[in-house]
């Protein structure tokens, strides 16, 4: 089965740039969403099909996915953006189709 | 608005059924394919299963296959996911999700409900 490799946690000063990136094979080749979960609460959608992003997501999330690597892009951190992050994609490549979550990224805010 | 509400969820022994629902209003439920995503205490996402919107279409993750069931009733706007034969594992935080299709994101999502597996 498909398998979608994020680094369990970043760290980032407030106001610099966090990279969260999530591995799999030909990941290029698929449609990758992004999640962010605070604790205690329900996952909201932050970036779909790579790398765009739903009404009232600040501009500071982008995506970009290339090659074996997708990656979430959070500009001018704020305290507020501290949370779990997970990628997702589709997969149709097995016997088995189904949805493929990564493992999760805690962004920590310095 | 858009809303989905889990319930049903609770304290079951292992080896136990339980049945979840998830009712959806704010949009037509009929036009939307819908899933179940689980998160364990601490743990990350794991999605569990999908269902069409015309319920033509039926996916489950290989972990729960054979014990759990994904169907929905477009004319009362419910999801429902029968649990049988549960285990420890079993335990989590359950979600429904809805999305356009396989491939698309999961772009609203309910506040989940508790189950928990323990003798």
């Known amino acids: 089965s498909y398998v979608l490799t994020q680094p369990p946690s970043v760290s980032v000063a407030p106001g610099q740039t966090a990279r969260i990136t999530c591995g799999g094979n030909?990941?290029?080749?698929?449609?990758v969403h992004w999640y962010q979960q605070k604790p205690g609460q329900a996952p909201v959608l932050v970036v779909y099909d790579d790398s765009d992003r739903p009404s009232g997501i600040p501009e500071r999330f982008s995506g970009s996915n290339s090659g074996n690597t997708a990656t979430l892009t959070i500009s001018r951190v704020e305290a507020g953006d501290e949370a779990d992050y997970y990628c997702?994609?589709?997969?149709?490549?097995?016997?088995?189709?189904?949805?493929?979550f990564g493992g999760g990224t805690k962004l920590t805010v310095l | 608005e858009v809303q989905l509400v889990e319930s049903g969820g609770g304290l079951v022994k292992p080896g136990g059924s339980l049945r979840l629902s998830c009712a959806a209003s704010g949009f037509t439920f009929s036009s939307y394919s819908m899933n179940w995503v689980r998160q364990a205490p601490g743990k990350g996402l794991e999605w569990v299963s999908s269902?069409?919107?015309?319920?033509?279409?039926?996916y489950y993750a290989d972990s729960v296959k054979g014990r759990f069931t994904i169907s929905r009733d477009n004319a009362k706007n419910s999801l429902y996911l029968q649990m049988n034969s549960l285990r420890a594992e079993d335990t989590a935080v359950y979600y429904c999700?809805?999305?356009?299709?396989?491939?698309?994101?999961?772009?609203?999502w309910g506040q989940g409900t508790l189950v928990t597996v323990s003798s």
């Open positions: 030909n990941i290029g080749s698929k449609s």
């Open positions: 999700a809805r999305d356009e299709d396989s491939n698309y994101p999961f772009d609203y």
């Open positions: 997702q994609v589709w997969d149709s490549s097995s016997d088995h189709p189904g949805v493929v």
């Open positions: 269902i069409s919107s015309s319920s033509s279409y039926i």
